[in-house]
């Protein structure tokens, strides 16, 4: 699997760093996150398999409309494939029995051949990553437009993946 790093990396690391100090488990538990190999929770969208015609052109010359289409071929943009997925874990800390969640991001696109981790982080239940995959969307659809069944498949992951944080949140705080 190619892995191209990213500028935020080294950030990252740096965090990381800072949180395994203060949390000696923060490692072990990142260690067991595979949001890409689960599949679990992830946006995004795939044009490389799409059954709806799209832009072949060599040259395309895109009119930026609300959905980008090609003056030449009238056809959509092509864009290409781009998913982000996400995963989670929770943990009780022996010291504090306080809950923590540790969770990353992946993003991949197989048609521009990458696949990197673009967050990872461990944090105390009180900054759950609520609305994660929400964010990422935001950011992705400025670059593309989505379709109105991607936006609503994107819609849905975020409230699964906040329903799971909730549940998890939920439980804890019944067995105190
Ligand atoms: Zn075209």
């Known amino acids: 699997m190619t892995r191209i790093p990213c500028p935020s990396e080294s950030w990252d690391d740096y965090v990381i760093q800072q949180e395994r100090a203060n949390f000696p488990k923060a490692s072990e538990l990142l260690d067991k996150l595979d949001a890409y190999g689960h599949l679990t929770w992830f946006i995004g969208f795939n044009d ?50 306080e809950l923590y969640f540790a969770y990353h991001v992946v993003i991949n696109s197989d048609s521009s051949n990458f696949i990197t981790t673009s967050e990872q982080r461990v944090v105390h239940y009180s900054k759950a990553p609520f609305n994660l995959p929400d964010q990422y969307a935001i950011v992705a659809m400025e670059e593309y437009p989505w379709s109105v069944e991607e936006v609503e498949s994107a819609l849905k992951t975020n409230d699964h993946w906040n329903n799971h944080l909730q549940a998890i949140i939920d439980a804890y705080q019944l067995s105190r």
């Open 48 to 97: 490389t398999d799409s059954e709806e015609p799209v832009c072949e052109c060599s040259t395309p010359d895109i009119a930026q409309n609300a959905v980008p289409t090609c003056k030449l071929c009238k056809l959509v943009e092509y864009r290409g494939d781009w998913l982000a997925s996400f995963d989670v874990i929770s943990h009780v800390n022996d010291d504090d029995d």
